[in-house]
């Protein structure tokens, strides 16, 4: 593919991935794309709650997406923006299918799902010629390849991606005061102090994702007894509330006392404002673990069944547990073991990490 595309596109569209943490893992090609198209107004498409967690200063304009149907109303908007430039960075038929339909002339992504022939870049004919994703480098990276043909001809991905990855604890977010505010309220209104709490993210969308909560319920224990002032913070959507109810059920009552239950009361902007305030995270290979990249705060995830090259959390200041069995990474949402399922998490014992959490609160002076 040549570099250095000369002319300058006044308008650009980006379909932004369809999953949370792919969307976090996303912001590297969102900050490149501004710095590459100074100029150019960008806007963004996707889901509706992508709104809320943003670069600050990237986006002109974010275009929400209602259900999974193709809304033919809003494609005749679209065509009325006169876009010059399209990126989808789903890998869905509908997100290629969307550049399409509005008319826009530089359609690029990557290949996959029966839509090369609708992504194409001028100087070919023909599909675009974008090798696949490579599952053995970072998500972050792959997403930026698709601004190769733009790159001046003496930088790389490589070159942008390692920029990024200095500045990625510096990312300003879209934050109003406003928001702030209501997290601020419900810190008061919770008792809860700021820089004296870890935050659990107990949940996932993948069940062979989640880490033990018999597992959980010892180290909140374990943590709580050791730390006789700081409290346990659980935060996340609704797929966190059945694991919540699971572990505070199992709770001793002097501990129950110290405990929080925030999930579904925060944003996910104000999931990041809570993070920057807390002593540190627990959280699953998930949407949150790379979110925490975004802040200063202690991050300790876990890896089994997904590939660590492809989705490790860019996050500078982690511990990341991962037994590295010979069935792992098995890319299932259900731990195909029938005899000791999810081995890759119950192998981690609840002690490691427990250590791990007063490592970082002694390392931050906490």
Known sequence: MTSGWNNKPSRILIHAPNWVGDHAMAFSFYVTAKKIFPESEIDLMGRTWVWDLLPLGIFRNVIPLHG???DHQLILKLRKEEYDLGFTLSPSFRSAYFLFRAGIPVRLGYPGDMRGSILRHPRFTGSLRIPPPNKYEHRSLSYLRLLTP??????TAEDYFSVYLSQIMNTDLELSPEKKKEMDFILKKEKIKKKNFWIICPGSVAPSKVYPMDYLNRIIHGYLEKNKTAQIVFSGSRLEKKYVWQILSSLDEKIQARVRDLTELTSLSQSVYLMENARGIIANDSGIAHIAAFTGTPL?????????????TLSRKKTVFNLNLPCSPCMKKYCPRKKEPIACLRGIHPEWVLDSMLGWDASTGE
Do not use: C, H, N, S
Not at 150 to 155: E, L, V
Not at 300 to 312: A, D, P
């Open 68 to 70: 999974k149907k193709i």
């Open 150 to 155: 733009f790159f001046p001809p003496d930088k």
């Open 300 to 312: 300790v995830t876990f890896l089994g069944m997904g590939r660590k090259e492809e989705t490790l």
